[in-house]
């Protein structure tokens, strides 16, 4: 039986990990509250004995600081827990000659035009959040002969903090909210990223020559106004009450935020979807499934 470790176990895309990686192998799963075994991604030492110590076939990292705007002001914590421990781990891995899967973002790249990125595209991050994610890849690359690094974006999931979430608090709280309509990409769910995830790691353990970076997300493109307005019309569906009467779009220069976003986040799925032989859902599927879970009345 495969021995699997799950950094990062409790974030959104872990949480669903500790699901479907199941079928798998042997999960062993750690977070930063972990007491036997160090999963602390501030302490890279601590999380290269664990790897040293549970000697897994595949590790597989969820772990990262994901905090957009405050990693601007806190650059070393982000560099230590996206790039400096993913590398101490990345070299343990390579040393037990295990596969090392992990995810980055589409903040790798600057955003400009409005094609979609492919994996050969040339990264040029735009805030301290993509700069340390890209540099963990880097570091992946560098140190390991069997890896998959899957880039995604946008990600939601019942469990968890996001847009989805943030927009569904904010509906029940105010008549009138603004959201930015000039950021494009594709909302993509936890569940996905994780299920997909668990395939390309069953193709790869007979098929090394998988090895390598992947853009992974649901197909479609849209932008946070449109999906804030798809959010508010679904969860009114499901029987939700909101407060929220009237939604402004707004563009990116008009909301200031610390850490500057790509306006175009498009990524261009083809390689994943040859490679592994699968088919990738329309962005709504997967939201319109978790507001309808999220606002089914609890049943008696
Ligand atoms: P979450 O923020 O939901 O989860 C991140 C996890 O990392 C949490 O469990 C968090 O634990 C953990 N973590 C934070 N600090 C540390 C630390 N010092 N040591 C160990 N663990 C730590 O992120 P997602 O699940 O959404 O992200 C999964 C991957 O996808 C990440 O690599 C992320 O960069 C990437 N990604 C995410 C996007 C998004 O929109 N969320 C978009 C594009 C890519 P705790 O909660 O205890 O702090």
Request: proline share 4%; net charge neutral.
């Amino acid at each position: 039986m495969k021995k699997i470790l799950l950094f990062g176990k409790t974030g959104q895309v872990g949480w669903e990990l500790q699901r479907a990686l199941v079928p798998l192998g042997s999960v062993i799963g750690v977070d930063t509250h972990s007491t036997e075994i160090c999963g602390d991604f501030r302490d890279p030492q601590g999380v290269a004995e664990t790897v040293r110590l549970i000697r897994p076939d595949i590790v597989v990292n969820a772990a990262a600081y994901t905090a957009v705007d405050k990693a601007e002001s806190e650059y070393k914590l982000a560099y230590l827990i996206n790039a400096a421990s993913v590398e101490a781990i990345a070299r343990e891995t390579e040393a037990l000659n295990a596969w090392f899967v992990h995810y980055s973002t589409d903040y790798v790249f600057p955003g400009t035009g409005d094609l979609p990125w492919d994996e050969n595209d040339r990264p040029a991050p735009l805030n301290v959040y993509g700069e340390t994610k890209l540099a963990g890849e880097k570091f992946i690359q560098q140190e390991c002969s069997k890896y998959l690094i899957f880039r995604t974006s946008w990600v939601y999931a019942a469990k968890g903090n996001n847009f989805v979430k943030a927009m569904l608090r904010l509906a029940t709280e105010r008549h009138e909210i603004s959201v930015v309509n000039d950021q494009f990409g594709a909302p993509t769910g936890a569940e996905l990223l994780a299920d997909c995830t668990a395939h390309a790691i069953s193709i790869a353990m007979n098929k090394t020559d998988v090895t390598g970076l992947y853009h992974l997300v649901a197909t479609g493109t849209t932008n946070w106004f449109e999906f804030a307005q798809l959010i508010f019309a679904e969860a009114r569906k499901a029987g939700l009450t909101l407060a929220v009467q009237k939604i402004n779009a707004i563009t990116s220069d008009s909301y200031p935020t610390p850490a500057k976003r790509p306006l175009n986040s498009r990524l261009n799925t083809t390689k994943f979807t040859q490679k592994f032989g699968l088919t990738l859902p329309h962005w709504e599927n997967g939201v319109k499934r978790m507001l309808a879970e999220v606002s089914t009345p609890a049943s008696v």
